[in-house]
């Protein structure tokens, strides 16, 4: 009996220690998933037509209290193209060929917890992408975006893959040369210009390049002989010169 009431007494405060930080956080990740979700309100308000596809995308759901005639405040986590982990924080967005317009708004960096963003084949142009710094796969093609390539790009240190082919963007390819984990970059069918950057060759997990039918000039830079890994690589419809370097 002694000994029961002795490890009750030890118990008790790890228990209701226990307690306090499941609240704890349940609250905390409720907060960031309601900051998040008003973020993607946000950024749905600024779409320029029709998003049917979006009508889950509220706060509320329409099943209402009957004494309260409140309706029952639903997580982003439900919504459509929205996917989350097990904290409730938004990892994945999903909104390919859904015919949204607009910009990509600056709110979208507040969830940073994002891995994966597709808005490929909309009419997306602009945007604030730089604070991802979590993201993995960015796909962002056949929108109509224009302008150079944000250097903020750069930044994203996490991605895999990224993928903004089918556009109108203009200017040269910026420094990407932070971007050590990157496998996968499309960027044909643009009207980039200029040289390629010889910080290409610090993309050492670089499997497959796509630059080509843009207008990029220049030589062949010599870096990209780090690029071991390297086993496509699409520069046609350019106009580039100079010799094919002999690690082709």
Avoid at 86 to 112: C, D, E, H, K
Avoid at 206 to 228: A, F, M
Wanted: aromatic content about 10%; hydrophobic content about 40%.
């Amino acid at each position: 009996m002694a000994s029961s009431t002795i490890v009750h007494k030890i118990l008790s405060p790890v228990s209701m220690l226990l307690l306090v930080m499941l609240i704890c956080s349940h609250h905390v990740s409720s907060y960031s998933s309601n900051e998040e979700a008003q973020a993607l309100l946000k950024w749905k308000a600024t779409l320029l037509n029709n998003y049917s596809s979006l009508l889950s995308w509220t706060l509320y759901s329409n099943n209402f209290n009957s004494s309260t005639q409140l309706g029952t405040e639903t997580s982003p986590c439900k919504w459509y193209g929205i996917s989350c982990n097990y904290a409730g924080s938004v990892i994945r967005i999903n909104l390919s060929m859904n015919n949204l317009s607009g910009p990509i708004p600056l709110q979208i960096s507040l969830l940073s917890k994002l891995k994966y963003l597709d808005l490929s084949i909309n009419k997306f142009f602009g945007g604030k992408i730089g604070l991802l710094t979590n993201l993995e796969f960015l796909h962002l093609f056949e929108n109509q975006l224009n302008g150079s390539i944000p250097h903020e790009i750069g930044q994203l240190t996490s991605l895999y893959e990224l993928a903004l082919y089918t556009n109108q963007l203009e200017g040269s390819i910026p420094a990407l040369g932070n971007l050590r984990n990157l496998i996968s970059l499309y960027l044909y069918n643009n009207r980039l210009s200029g040289f390629i950057p010889p910080e290409i060759g610090n993309l050492t997990s670089l499997v497959e390049i796509y630059s080509d039918s843009n207008s990029l000039t220049g030589h062949i830079p010599s870096t990209l002989g780090n690029l071991k890994r390297l086993t496509v690589f699409f520069f046609f419809n350019n106009s580039l010169s100079g010799p094919i370097l002999q690690f082709f």
